[in-house]
C-alpha cells in the first residue's frame, strides 16, 4: 500500500522554524522525484520545493528560495523540508508529492504562522 505521511506541521510565530517531513512507503522512493507543495483555501496548490531522485538538484518557488531548504534520505525513505524566516503568508496545508510514472500524493500538514 502505497503512503505518503507527512508530519511537523504546527503553529509558530513569524521569523520562527519548523521541520517538515514525509515518510514514504509502498514504492520505489528512490526512483521518485520528490515535492512540496502548499495550499490556502480558495487558492490553487502551490509549488513550494522539488528534489531529484538523488538529491542532486533541487529547486525552489521565489517565495521561499534562501528561506526553505528541501532535502531527502532515501535509505529511509523520508522527504524533509527546513523553514525559516517564516512569514504569516507561509501559513498553508503543505503536502509531499511522489512523482514518476505514478503520481502519489500525502494528506497534508497545517502550518500557521501567526503571532
Known amino acids: 500500500q502505497v503512503q505518503l505521511v507527512e508530519s511537523g506541521g504546527g503553529l509558530v510565530q513569524p521569523g520562527g522554524s519548523l521541520r517538515l517531513s514525509c515518510a514514504a512507503s509502498?514504492?520505489?522512493?528512490?526512483?521518485?522525484?520528490m515535492k512540496w507543495y502548499r495550499q490556502v483555501p480558495g487558492k490553487e496548490r502551490e509549488l513550494v520545493a522539488s528534489i531529484s531522485t538523488r538529491g542532486g538538484v533541487t529547486t525552489y518557488a521565489d517565495s521561499v528560495k534562501g528561506r526553505f531548504t528541501i532535502s531527502r534520505d532515501n535509505s529511509k525513505k523520508m522527504l524533509y523540508l527546513q523553514m525559516y524566516s517564516l512569514k504569516p503568508n507561509d501559513t498553508a496545508v503543505y503536502y509531499c508529492?511522489?512523482?514518476?510514472?505514478?503520481?502519489?500524493w500525502g494528506q497534508g500538514t497545517q502550518v500557521t504562522v501567526s503571532s
Open positions: 509502498g514504492f520505489a522512493f528512490e526512483s521518485y522525484s
Open positions: 508529492n511522489a512523482l514518476n510514472v505514478h503520481e502519489y
